[in-house]
């Protein structure tokens, strides 16, 4: 077998800020296990001061996910 992954899956968060100009603000998780994974990529967002909501029926408030910069709390 010589099969091999030639591109990983790369998740990201993107800032959902809508009020002014949109924001371009991405985050991606600075290694390849986190960055692999939706669920690792918004846990390690969470972790760098994103605003990013538990998966859902963990208390999710919002569908939206702000950066650092724009998180309303
Ligand atoms: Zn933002």
């Known amino acids: 077998m010589s099969t091999f992954l030639a591109q990983k899956p790369i998740y990201r968060v993107k800032c959902d800020n809508k009020i002014g100009q ?33 998966p859902r029926g963990e208390g999710s408030r919002s569908p939206f996910d702000f950066c650092p910069e724009h998180k309303r709390r």
């Open 22 to 54: 949109p924001c371009e603000a991405t985050f991606e998780a600075d290694n390849d296990f986190d960055r692999g994974s939706d669920r690792m990529t918004r846990q390690a967002a969470r972790g760098a001061g994103w605003d990013v909501p538990p």
